[in-house]
């Protein structure tokens, strides 16, 4: 049995409530990602994404310089521990239709990001991130 811990990306750059949405969106060009831990301290407390920035940011008309992280992030964040095993942790990708899942200490601390690429690139879980990629790439049917 593999753990996220064995594929996870280590040393991720996360925003603080009080950043900008600029300085979210430079990490995510610099790391070439479409979201972002939010922290406090190393606690991870929300979760920002490209699309979080458009939508609730640009597409208003506000100034992405002047918004600051916490207006716009996701406060209910899916995060996994370091011991949980790859299965379970695509298992939770499809459910919760995410691409990246923070993984977090006992006390939420950051210890690093598992992303579906990370899945992928173990050729034994190939098809189960495929169908975790399948079930996130689904429209929400409750959306209208």
Do not use: W
């Amino acid at each position: 049995m593999k753990t996220v811990s064995e594929i996870m990306t280590k040393n991720v750059q996360f925003c603080t409530t009080h950043e900008s949405l600029t300085t979210a969106a430079k990490i995510m060009r610099d790391v070439d990602c479409g979201s972002v831990p939010v922290c406090d301290s190393n606690r991870v407390i929300g979760m920002i994404t490209d699309r979080d920035i458009v939508i609730k940011c640009i597409a208003e008309g506000n100034d992405a310089s002047q918004v600051h992280c916490h207006d716009v992030m996701t406060h209910d964040v899916v995060t996994c521990s370091p011991d949980t095993d790859v299965h379970e942790c695509a298992r939770l990708m499809a459910q919760h239709q995410i691409r990246r899942i923070p993984v977090v200490d006992d006390n939420g601390n950051l210890m690093g990001i598992c992303a579906i690429g990370d899945l992928a690139q173990e050729n034994i879980f190939v098809n189960e991130a495929g169908e975790a990629l399948s079930d996130i790439s689904e429209p929400d049917k409750y959306r209208h």
